[in-house]
Nanobody, 121 residues
Framework: QVQLVESGGGLVQPGGSLRLSCAAS????????MGWYRQAPGKQRELVAD???????NYAESVKGRFTISRDNAKNTVYLQMNSLKPEDTAVYSC???????????????WGQGTQVTVSS
């Protein structure tokens, strides 16, 4: 079992930056790949970025070059640095513990509660 708690969301103007954090507890964080998902109103949840236990990263095309996922296994925390934010980045962002196999991220059932990111002037 692993518990996940996100923080760092908020309201930001277009072009601005936010850093999301996801703190894990209850299990060996370092064995999991971690993913950041987002869900906008009326849309399906999408995988934004994922990172393996060894630090290999993948990104959705829509955020490449703007978002950076990282992790600190000593602090049991995964981060999502979001730069050059756009209104279409507005969504609830959630972190997940899972695994990556053959280049594809597979979520386990461990989810945080989500944090709202709103990009608006």
């Amino acid at each position: 079992q692993v518990q996940l708690v996100e923080s760092g969301g908020g309201l930001v103007q277009p072009g601005g930056s936010l850093r999301l954090s996801c703190a894990a507890s209850g299990s060996d964080f370092s064995i999991y790949a971690m993913g950041w998902y987002r869900q906008a109103p009326g849309k399906q949840r999408e995988l934004v970025a994922d990172i393996t236990s060894g630090g290999s990263t993948n990104y959705a095309e829509s955020v490449k070059g703007r978002f950076t996922i990282s992790r600190d296994n000593a602090k049991n925390t995964v981060y999502l640095q979001m730069n050059s934010l756009k209104p279409e980045d507005t969504a609830v962002y959630s972190c997940n513990a899972g695994t990556r196999y053959s280049g594809t991220y597979y979520p386990y059932r461990y989810w945080g509660q989500g944090t709202q990111v709103t990009v608006s002037s």
